[in-house]
C-alpha cells in the first residue's frame, strides 16, 4: 500500500443537510431556504435522505465513522422522529464508533427547546445553538426570529435535560456594534453553561441582501479590538483557542470539524451537500443538487450527484495549507502525506521559506503559524495557491 491509499482506509465524517428555516437572515449565504412550517416537506425530504445515505455509504461500509453532523438550515425544526430515523439508518450502514459525536444544530426559539429532550434520547449528543448576538438591537438588525432571553433559556434548558457538550455560535463585528456591546455578548455568554463557542467575524457574502445593502459595519481596528479583547474573556473563561474561530472548554474540541481542518474525508447527504473521499485513484470531490425539490426529485432517478472531480496535486497542497494552518496546533509532516498522498519533499521548500519570513514556525514535530502567520493567515495560505 503507498502512502496515498493509506487515507482509503482512515476515519470518515457524515454530514446531513436539513436545508429549511423559518426565516432566511440578512447575512446567510448557506444553502438555506425560508419555509411555513406547516410547507416544510418533511416526510419527502426524509424519504430521499434515507435513499441517499443508503446508496452512498455502500461504498464506505468499512470505514469507521467518529462524527456525525446535522446541519442547515435549521434541523431542529424537523421532529426528533425524523431524527431518530436518520441515526438508525447512519448506524445501520456504516461502522459507527461507539462514541460517536453527533451533533444537531439548531436554533434558540422556543419551538425547538420543547424537542431537546427527545433529540437527546433520539441518540444527538452534542448541540450547536446559532446565538449569533445577545443583545436585542443586533439581533433585529441580523433579522433573528429569536430575542436574547430565548437564546440563553435555550442553552440553560439544553444543559437542564442532559447535554454535556454544548456550543454557541456568536458573530461579532454587528452592524453599528461597539466594542463594548460585543464584549458585553461574549462575556455573559462565557456564563453559560457551554463547552465550547464558534466565535465569528460577520462576513458580507455575494448573494446575501446584506450583500446588496451594505449595513454600517464597525471598521478593521474595532473588530480587531473586539477579536482580541473577547478572546481574553474567552481565556479567562476556560476556552481555549485551537482553530481560527474556535474555542474549546474541557478540551472538548469538535471532532467533526476537527476532521475538516486536517483534511480527512467526509461524506455529505443530503441538497447541495459536499463530500471529500479518497479513492485508490486519487482524491474526490463531490457535490449534491443544491435545490431542495431538485434534490429529491434527483435521488429518485439516481442523478442526485452533480459535480465530481479529481483534485490535482497543487490544489491539494493549497487546500491540505488552507484547512491545517487554521489549527493552531498545525500538522505534522506525515500527516500531509497520508491525506494528500504527496511526498513532504514536495512542499518542504516553501514550507521552510515561510519559516525564515517568520510567517510559519515549527513547535515539536508540528509545523504551524507563528503569531504574525496567524493574525495575516489569509495571505499565508494564498501564497500556496497553485500558479494561474
Ligand atoms: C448554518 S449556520 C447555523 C445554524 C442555525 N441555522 C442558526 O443560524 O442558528 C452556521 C453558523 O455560521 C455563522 N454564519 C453564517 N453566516 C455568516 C456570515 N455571513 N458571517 C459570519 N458567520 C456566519 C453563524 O454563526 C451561524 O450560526
Ligand atoms: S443563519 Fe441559520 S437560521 Fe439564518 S438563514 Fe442561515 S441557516 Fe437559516
Redesign the pocket.
Known amino acids: 500500500m503507498n502512502e496515498a491509499s493509506a487515507a482509503i482506509h482512515s476515519p470518515i465524517s457524515l454530514y446531513i443537510h436539513l436545508p429549511w428555516?423559518l426565516h432566511k437572515?440578512a447575512?446567510?449565504?448557506?444553502n438555506?431556504h425560508a419555509t411555513e412550517l406547516d410547507s416544510l416537506p418533511e416526510q419527502s425530504y426524509l424519504q430521499a435522505l434515507l435513499t441517499d445515505l443508503q446508496q452512498a455509504t455502500k461504498t464506505i461500509v468499512q470505514r469507521e465513522v467518529r462524527s456525525i453532523f446535522i446541519?442547515?438550515?435549521?434541523?431542529s425544526l424537523f421532529s426528533p422522529a425524523s431524527i431518530e430515523k436518520i441515526l438508525v439508518a447512519c448506524k445501520e450502514s456504516t461502522s459507527l464508533n461507539s462514541d460517536c459525536e453527533i451533533t444537531l444544530?439548531?436554533?434558540?426559539g422556543t419551538f425547538e427547546h420543547q424537542k431537546f429532550s427527545e433529540f437527546l434520547a433520539a441518540g444527538v449528543n452534542r448541540l450547536?445553538?446559532?446565538?449569533?448576538s445577545l443583545n436585542n438591537k443586533h439581533l433585529n438588525s441580523l433579522e433573528?426570529i429569536h430575542n436574547s432571553q430565548e437564546a440563553i433559556s435555550a442553552i440553560q434548558s439544553a444543559a437542564k435535560i442532559g447535554f454535556s457538550n454544548i456550543n454557541a455560535?456568536?458573530?461579532f463585528g454587528l452592524p453599528k456594534q461597539s466594542i463594548n456591546d460585543a464584549l458585553q455578548d461574549i462575556q455573559t455568554l462565557c456564563e453559560q453553561p457551554l463547552t465550547h463557542i464558534?466565535y465569528?467575524?460577520?462576513?458580507?457574502?455575494p448573494n446575501?441582501l446584506?450583500h446588496r445593502f451594505p449595513p454600517d459595519l464597525p471598521d478593521e481596528d474595532i473588530t480587531w479590538t473586539i477579536q482580541n479583547n473577547g478572546m481574553e474573556v474567552l481565556a479567562k473563561h476556560g476556552f481555549e483557542r485551537y482553530e481560527v474561530s474556535a474555542y474549546a472548554h474541557d478540551n472538548l474540541q469538535c471532532l467533526h470539524n476537527i476532521n475538516y481542518w486536517q483534511f480527512g474525508d467526509y461524506l455529505g447527504i443530503g441538497a447541495g451537500a459536499h463530500s471529500k473521499l479518497s479513492t485508490a485513484n486519487g482524491i474526490i470531490r463531490f457535490q449534491r443538487v443544491r435545490q431542495p425539490s431538485s434534490y429529491m426529485q434527483a435521488v429518485s432517478t439516481g442523478s442526485h450527484i452533480i459535480q465530481e472531480h479529481y483534485i490535482d496535486s497543487e490544489s491539494l497542497i493549497f487546500e491540505f495549507m488552507l484547512n491545517n494552518l487554521r489549527l493552531r496546533r498545525g500538522f505534522k509532516a506525515q500527516a500531509f502525506t497520508y491525506f494528500t498522498g504527496l511526498e513532504w519533499s514536495v512542499v518542504k521548500p516553501r514550507i521552510l521559506a515561510f519559516i525564515e519570513d517568520g510567517l510559519l514556525e515549527k513547535s515539536h514535530d508540528y509545523y504551524r503559524a507563528s503569531p504574525m502567520g496567524y493574525r495575516f493567515l489569509d495571505e499565508v495560505t494564498q501564497r500556496f495557491l497553485p500558479a494561474a
Open positions: 428555516c437572515c447575512y446567510c449565504d448557506f438555506s446541519g442547515g438550515g435549521t434541523p444544530e439548531t436554533n434558540p450547536s445553538i446559532g446565538v449569533q433573528r455560535d456568536l458573530m464558534s465569528y467575524q460577520l462576513t458580507l457574502e446575501t446584506f
